[in-house]
């Protein structure tokens, strides 16, 4: 465990002692936040905007392993995940509520690194932390993070709006989050195994990134707005891209087709997965947890995203019957299978 | 562990497979959810009206004991400690988010038991389900609850209001969950040591049901409503009312003066304290979980409210610098101390 030189335990601070602590740091920037910390509830005053709310539950074992990722992108990673589903509602997260359990193996100054990488995320996004609970576990770190946003009622996008002919995009590239986790779970194998070897990360930087510190695509959200485009569906991609095309096409009731050729997989990750011996293109539709987006939009507005970097066209929706389709390089089609990594086949460890 | 006859796997359903089956029994209720569980986040839309929010945490082994707590009461239980803290603003809860983890020991059915509770809580406080997250843990199980709850911006009470010559008003009675729970640790330890012995559990119910139950005060806000009266500070007895009487006064920059012989507790409370050799007071001021609400009103209020039982005037606000005091039966003066329940103090299992 990442742990700073100075000790302090919990225990002599307590539950208050902590919570004076981390607050002295924080402030308020969004007008929105009437207050945060400090009293029953925080108090938000939205207008007559509408209010976006979304939580998750990041448990260690399961979706934290502490032996490669660092406390502070820990945080930085469960506050972005949040705001990713916000950005997927077309929607501007604007506050924060954090509740971290912790056992005594934890000192204050690991708890503080947890949230310096929650506060990081919420300066890159312009988001308050409002409000939170900090509390003891028996065992391992258990962060729940719940996000709220705001948006103009008429700007909201579902994952049901998806309309056949639609276009199918997809915002940067995908597979590489997955392809970082097998590298890290290599290396720490191989750690395991003989820990006198150093680990080989050498070349594997933006795909370590992408798994250990990802980016919500709040420039997306920007630049459809700067390009007058309001998806006709959106979701973000945390369980891969096969899993949330299958969620559009069941929300919207309708079907879909896929190209392989146009799944964007970045080179890095391309090279990673032969050298694996994994298919690029099945890290790209079952890996998970890119945090890109996956959203539809209208045929006439292809014209002003064709030549832009950030976004690929990567299909389009088909009547209901169709089914979700991937067509590969070859021309062959097959049908979508939900393959996202589910957490409930961790086994108990007691 | 509690435990239905029938078991199904977690692991068989998986999440996308249980939330399907959890979602298809909810429905919403409040013209503020405009959305529900079913997309990236949930959007609420609270038009000219402010937006409170609130979230806990509860940990098995920390806040949480399945030897003698049933699910479906845990449940109800982390829900309504949360609907406690939106009126101890003087709010109304509208909606919640449920993150669960679980590990393998639980069947789905036993996790439906946690959730009917919470839904159970819903429907008592005409609440919505509107979001969450269930996932798997190594070990034990982990609530993490947020609320959200609404209220015109000049009705909303802060624990900051109070001034001197206020009068310090609590709800109900206090000291009866914490007695609650040492009759439940002490047939717990008896059972451990011969479980063949029968728990002894008669003529306790009010205090156990005070424990496993409590009851978020919500007819004291309309009371109060009816009442014409705006305390002028509020907050819920989670820690005690020491802990909480100290938090007002930081929070007002004021003082109080609470007469033990004001505090109210139930005679089954008094009657279990002296027979564990307890002190009836020292529950009361130090005990928590009682979920009663302790605030402050002007004077001329006292009119209104002296003739209700469910209403005891236990004190008054002072000046800062005379501190936060308990007058006991017999004259004398002490300074309150927060000797709330530190889940910190809890040792780690490993």
């Not at 302090?8 to 936040?33: C, V, Y």
């Not at 795909?207 to 390009?227: G, N, S, T, V, Y």
């Not at 299958?246 to 087709?257: A, D, K, L, P, Y």
Request: aromatic share 6%.
């Amino acid at each position: 465990m990442a742990d700073s030189i100075k000790r302090t335990e919990l225990s002599e601070l307590g539950e208050f002692g902590f919570i004076k602590r981390l607050t002295q740091k924080i402030k308020l920037g969004n007008t929105s936040s009437v207050t945060g910390i400090g009293d029953d509830a925080a108090v938000l005053d939205y207008k007559e905007k509408q209010v976006v709310i979304t939580t998750d539950m990041l448990v260690e074992g399961v979706h934290l392993d502490l032996t490669y990722a660092p406390l502070k992108h820990i945080g930085y990673k469960a506050a972005s995940v949040n705001f990713s589903d916000i950005y997927a509602m077309n929607a501007h997260p604007k506050q924060i509520l954090v509740s971290i359990a912790v056992s005594n193996r934890f000192s204050v100054e690991a708890l503080e690194e947890v949230y310096e990488g929650i506060v990081l995320a919420c300066n890159t996004h312009q988001v308050d932390l409002v409000g939170g609970d900090t509390t003891s576990s028996l065992s391992g770190l258990v962060i729940s993070i719940t996000a709220v946003g705001e948006a103009e009622k008429d700007e909201i996008v579902y994952r049901s709006g998806a309309e056949e002919h639609d276009l199918l995009c997809v915002s940067g590239d995908l597979g590489a989050a997955y392809l970082g986790l097998q590298i890290l779970e290599r290396e720490k194998q191989i750690f395991k195994d003989n820990p006198k070897i150093q680990p080989d990360l050498e070349g594997y930087d933006y795909i370590l990134e992408r798994q250990l510190k990802p980016e919500a695509r709040k420039d997306i959200i920007q630049l459809l707005k700067e390009f007058n485009i309001k998806p006709s569906s959106m979701i973000d991609i945390s369980d891969g891209l096969a899993s949330e095309a299958i969620h559009i096409c069941q929300s919207s009731n309708v079907g879909c087709s896929i190209y392989e050729e146009k799944i964007p997989i970045d080179p890095t990750a391309i090279n990673t997965a032969n050298k694996l011996n994994l298919d690029p293109t099945m890290c790209a539709l079952s890996g998970g947890e890119d945090y890109e987006l996956l959203f539809t939009i209208k045929q006439p507005d292809f014209e002003k995203i064709k030549d832009n970097p950030h976004f690929s066209v990567i299909g389009h929706i088909t009547d209901k019957n169709a089914g979700a389709q991937l067509i590969s390089k070859g021309g062959h089609q097959t049908e979508l299978t939900a393959q996202g990594w589910d957490a409930f086949l961790t086994k108990e460890k007691e």
